[in-house]
């Protein structure tokens, strides 16, 4: 029972690499989306999804781009790292419909941009 | 305009009080739903309630309550019977129609023995 899979748990970069995080979920939610938490700010939501081929911006979209080619995986890609990145990411995914369905959470992607 | 609102940055509670967690919102949408979720210090999101804009009673959850006061657009978490293990930031969020959610900044909690 995996539940939101998220890869990889910890990452390093460059300032101007590029490179995805993956996360998958078993669950069969149609609603999937990626938020990034920093000190004193909470989560913020960065992209979200309704469904394959669905995608939208959440509050801080830039800087990133999302995919959703199939309704397990929802990959998030930075496409020029910058120091302002480095933050703790989060995948989540829930079922649409009514409001009372909770978002279940990856464990995370820490990530450091030098 | 903040969605979400704790105003609590953090809070010391002794073991085996109540702690109550404070949690204000701001919609228009009649229809959300008020969450909260724990984060211990290994980092994962743990939900542990839930409230709808339509519930006509407090939710509750084993020792987690939650004081609704939909005229107020307040949703405070209260966790009885504190333990060691409650130790952990605390988020309240809100999912409105468009299936988004908004955290607050959350609250960190510290049981004392």
């Known amino acids: 029972n995996a539940g939101v899979t998220q890869t990889p748990k910890f990452q390093v970069l460059k300032t101007g690499q590029s490179m995805t995080l993956q996360c998958a979920q078993d669950?069969?939610?149609?609603?999937m989306s990626w938020y990034r938490q920093d000190p004193g700010m909470g989560l913020r939501l960065i992209h979200y999804?309704?469904?394959?081929?669905?995608?939208d911006q959440g509050e801080v979209p830039n800087g990133y781009n999302v995919s959703r080619s199939t309704t397990e995986d929802f990959p998030l890609r930075l496409l020029s790292a910058a120091p302002s990145q480095t933050s703790v990411y989060f995948c989540?995914?829930?079922?649409?419909?009514?409001?009372?369905?909770?978002?279940?959470f990856g464990d995370g992607t820490r990530l450091s941009i030098l | 305009a903040q969605k979400i609102t704790q105003t609590q940055p953090g809070m010391f509670v002794q073991e085996k009080e109540a702690v109550t967690l404070d949690c204000t919102y701001d919609?228009?949408?009649?229809?959300?739903?008020l969450f909260w979720y724990k984060q211990p210090s290994s980092g994962e999101m743990i939900f542990l309630i839930y409230q709808g804009s339509y519930d006509q009673q407090n939710a509750t959850e084993g020792r987690y309550s939650l004081n609704f006061q939909k005229a107020r657009k307040s949703a405070n978490l209260v966790i009885s019977a504190s333990q060691l293990g409650d130790s952990a930031m605390y988020f309240c969020a809100m999912r409105e129609n468009d299936y988004k959610l908004s955290f607050g900044a959350g609250t960190t909690v510290t049981v004392r023995a």
């Open positions: 669950m069969n939610h149609e609603y």
């Open positions: 919609t228009s949408d009649p229809s959300y739903g």
């Open positions: 989540a995914s829930s079922y649409s419909g009514p409001n009372n369905q909770p978002q279940h």
């Open positions: 999804s309704v469904g394959a081929g669905i995608t």
